[in-house]
């Protein structure tokens, strides 16, 4: 599993004495600081490492901590990034400009550890809730997308297809009405599929969802869930099968795994024409298992492949059939995928198929 990631300080302060107490003072607490000796450096380090929040001195040569301030709030890149300043300048006209120009607080030398520290601590707190409530924000209106855009299609459809049954009914042989009861009936499962997905998104940005990993042998989970498919291979004639060594055990969520298996096997399926093939495989790393379901399918552009795991990209395609998805089961994989402490990515050419791979703790 991937260790938590430490919070990142910037201290840009041109007196070494000072970057070396502030240094003293924030490592013992689990921070992770860069030190930069001038301005120049600052902006140049806040750019490359973008910290999570920056100590900033006034009094500098060369370009002073009001004129960095200034340029960070200036880049997009940068602008969010809390800045503090440090200063021995008592006088409230220069606090103010501190302030009017993007800095969030002051620490007044001589520097104390306790203030230091209580400081930093209430502005990072501060920055985590911005983030998610951004990142609530966002998903909120992902989920309002989804529900009045991709789910509202297909339940038209439905009622379309069920009004003409119900209108038409003396007029329909037995085997269109039998047609007609199956486009049905596969209708509604993808209906329940995309819903399902929709659900499963939502509940795992709320938090409701919780990692609870044990010992499994992956060749019964890949199994459960190429029989769970089965009917529809067989509709489009595709042939999915998969090679899994019986012995091979993993650690990982149970619930996550097969939400990632279900969602990659039905895109593979989705975008693969009649005739075609699916197969899933894993292969036994030192560490991890990588698992890859792969197909001869449409395959995936250039520059589509960047947005398919992008949460801020609502990318959605119809398959071979028209098909239809939310968007959103690629963003579960990646999300469920790093839950258990791997990572997932494609290789595809277009018109060549697709192998979607992702990796989970191996037990050997």
């Known amino acids: 599993m991937s260790a938590i990631k430490k919070s990142s300080i910037l201290i840009i302060d041109d007196g070494l004495t000072n970057l070396h107490v502030l240094e ?20 140049e380090l806040a750019l490359e490492e973008l910290p999570d929040l920056i100590l900033l001195d006034i009094m500098m040569p060369g370009m002073n901590g009001f004129e960095v301030c200034k340029r960070l709030k200036q880049n997009p890149v940068t602008k969010d990034i809390p800045v503090i300043f440090i ?23 001589p520097i104390q550890r306790e203030e230091v520290i209580a400081r930093v601590d209430v502005h990072l707190n ?17 989920l309002m997308a989804v529900i009045g855009h991709d789910l509202r299609g297909p339940l038209g459809s439905l009622m379309q297809a069920l009004d003409m049954l119900i209108k038409f009914d003396g007029q329909l042989n037995k085997q269109k009405r039998l047609d007609m009861l199956a486009e049905l009936h596969n209708g509604a499962k993808r209906t329940f599929n995309l819903l399902e997905n929709t659900l499963c998104w939502a509940r795992s940005q709320s938090g409701d969802i919780i990692y609870q990993p044990e010992n499994l042998k992956l060749k019964a989970i890949v199994d459960d869930n190429i029989q769970l498919f089965s009917d529809f291979a067989h509709e489009k004639a595709i042939q999915l099968n998969f090679d899994i060594d019986e012995a091979l055990s993993i650690y990982a969520d149970k619930n996550m795994l097969t939400v990632v298996l279900r969602n990659l096997i039905s895109n593979a399926l989705k975008f693969t024409p009649q005739s ?40 959605t395609t119809y398959g071979t059939q028209n098909e ?41």
């Open 24 to 43: 003293k003072i924030l490592r013992p607490e689990k921070y992770e600081t860069i030190l930069a000796s001038d301005g120049f450096k600052g902006l």
């Open 87 to 109: 200063s021995a300048i008592h006088e409230l006209s220069e606090k103010v400009k501190g302030f009017q120009i993007g800095g969030v607080d002051y620490i007044t030398k």
């Open 126 to 142: 501060l920055k985590r809730s911005r983030e998610e409530l951004t990142n609530a924000n966002a998903a909120k209106d992902k």
């Open 276 to 315: 075609g093939e699916v197969k899933v495989t894993a292969i036994a790393k030192k560490e991890f298992v990588e698992i890859t379901v792969v197909d001869n399918g449409v395959g995936i552009a250039t520059e589509n492949r960047k947005k398919l795991f992008d949460p801020g990209n609502h990318f």
């Open 324 to 364: 239809k998805g939310t968007g959103l089961g690629l963003l579960l994989c990646k999300e469920f995928v790093e839950k258990n402490g791997g990572n997932i990515r494609v290789e595809s050419v277009k018109k060549g198929g697709s192998a979607f791979k992702f990796t989970v703790p191996h037990i050997p």
